[in-house]
């Protein structure tokens, strides 16, 4: 196979892998309530506390429109609260509610127990070569993010 077949299907591949991870995922944090995207909101204000929505909008790559519905979901469910932020009247800030910490453990060992199901059979070195894969990928990407577009018809790359 040529290397440019092989990255195009390694690339559909990653692209699948992504979207079969997350309906399962989705399928099993929806027993708590969430959706896939309320859980990484949540896991995100686990990391920082206190994000605006803005930020979590960025986290989370959605509109600020939708992560408002979703945060006001999340606050009539009791998962978050949101307070004014001191340095802008106009924005807000998220919290996790101490109800939420409390339910954290149990949903990080949800999330334990899937990514051990997803990995199972692998060892530890495969494990690792596949991390340090992603990594490099994970750079090189977030530094193209960076750069303003190219236009496609000068460089089809």
Do not use: N
Not at 34 to 46: P, T
Request: contains cysteine; hydrophobic residues 45%; charged residues 30%.
């Amino acid at each position: 196979m040529s290397q440019s077949a092989l990255i195009a299907e390694t690339s559909f591949l990653l692209g699948d892998v992504t979207r079969l991870a997350r309906m399962r995922f989705d399928a099993e944090v929806a027993a708590d309530g969430l959706s896939g995207a309320s859980w990484r909101a949540l896991g995100l204000l686990v990391r920082e506390d206190g994000q605006s929505q803005a930020a979590l909008a960025r986290g989370l790559a959605i509109s600020r429109v939708a992560v408002g519905e979703m945060i006001d979901r999340l606050e009539r469910d009791g998962w978050v609260t949101r307070r004014a932020d001191a340095a802008d009247r106009r924005a807000w800030r998220i919290f996790l509610t101490p109800s939420a910490w409390d339910r954290m453990p149990a949903l990080r060992r949800r999330a334990q127990d899937f990514q051990a199901r997803c990995f199972a059979g692998m060892d530890d070195t495969t494990i690792a070569h596949l991390k340090s894969t992603l990594e490099t990928l994970h750079a090189r990407l977030s530094a193209m993010v960076a750069e303003p577009a190219h236009d496609l018809e000068e460089d089809p790359c």
